[in-house]
């Protein structure tokens, strides 16, 4: 344990020089405050969609320092915590049309990244929604069914123990769903998608932190030195999304880690079948997953997923040895092959949590727009919620604008309470989740 760096292992692989700050002040089409994945897919699409755009990105820090750059890399057809929520909260027709698109942003980001030339270490080889329980396997069966009537019949396959361990050798598993889906270095696609996104005439101020947001006719962004003026300004800010008045009580920041090994030997993978490379994801809530990275480290990620009072982002959470301790254990019960395997980095990131577990979009009076709400599964989300935000700003009536989780008179954001009410409350719930699955 004391040889774990807290540093986020995606960032070692590609350098990164932060662009300059605002200085001046800027008058603009478009200004998104916050240039992670949702920010620069929505900058993307609106560039696609009308060239002449003149959009400014301003980012508190760097396209990648936040969720986009420290995500485990699992491109998953999922939006907000699970589908089972998305259907209990909006029915089986509506989540049916956002999970076809969800899937349809799978194919875009692997086209996406062929055609502009992104290296970021895609593998679209699927991966296996798993199961280590009597009560996880009723719930991927659940799932199935569940999929199954959503797309027309052809849903995934349950598959048995010996299918599964045939596939990922653990001891641990008893039965998976192979899904679609992906993995990818997510850093990789944050800073490739920055670089398009400037070579399509975006301007992105890095290192500056929009403090203040006024709607209006024309809405500003006031920075610490400069200040932004548009027709719209669209907040991405993801778990930071807080930190503006009208979403103060929308969502808490969670905080969710993951440890990387040092890369595997040949003798070390040779322990295992792991065949196809696809990535390991346990079917509960605060699952745990685990996949390789290009250079064959192992990445074991997840376990307790931990609020700290007062919505604490601060850095200093990264170092948590309870959490590693847990994540360790639990590597063990699922590859006690590979008791050798010596883990190098050990690090997190906050999740966005709204109260019913979906991603929120939508306008506010004064011409500000805002999507946040992904729950850690934002890969393919925020891909969709690009297009979403793109017709959203240009005020166009399309399947995007009308799709589940764009907030409209007739759906009210539903609220967490304040502290210290809401420690209180996201802790008994965190319990009562596990405690509900554990009998499921
Ligand atoms: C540890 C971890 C593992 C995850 N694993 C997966 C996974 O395997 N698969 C998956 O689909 N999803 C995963 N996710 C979720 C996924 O990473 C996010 O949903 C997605 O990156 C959200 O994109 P975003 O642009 O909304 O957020 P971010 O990438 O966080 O971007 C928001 C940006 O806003 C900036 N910002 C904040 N405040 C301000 C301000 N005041 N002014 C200017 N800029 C500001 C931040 O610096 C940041 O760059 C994971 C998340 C974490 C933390």
Known sequence: MDDLKHEVYWHTTQEVEPGEPLTESVDCDVCIVGGGYAGLWTAHFLKQAEPALDIHVVEAEYSGYGASGRADGFVTPTIGKDIQALVERFGEQRTADASREVGRSILEIGRFLRRNKVDA?????????????AAQMRRLEEDRALASRLSGGAGPVLMSAEETRARIGSPALIGALRTDGGLINPFKLARGLARVVREQGVVIHDRTPALRVEPGVRPTVT???????????????????FRFAPFR???????????????????QLGRIEWPAREGLVEAKTFLTCARFTADNRLMFAGGPALYFYGRDTDQRRMSEPRVYRELLREFE??????KDVTFRYAYGGTVDITRDFAPHFGRLPGNVAYGYGFCGNGISATHLGGKV???LVLGKDSDYSRLLYVDDEGRKQPSFPPEPLLTVGVRGMSRLMEFKEARA
């Open 121 to 133: 270490d895609y593998e679209p080889n699927g991966y296996l929604l798993a199961a280590t329980s």
């Open 223 to 241: 920075t610490a030195k400069g200040r932004v003026v548009a027709d719209t300004v669209v907040l991405t800010t993801n778990a930071h999304q």
């Open 249 to 267: 009580n929308k969502l808490v920041p969670v905080w969710s880690y993951a440890m990387i090994s040092e890369p595997l030997t040949d003798e």
């Open 333 to 338: 019960r699922f590859f006690p092959m590979w």
């Open 389 to 391: 935000l793109r017709d």
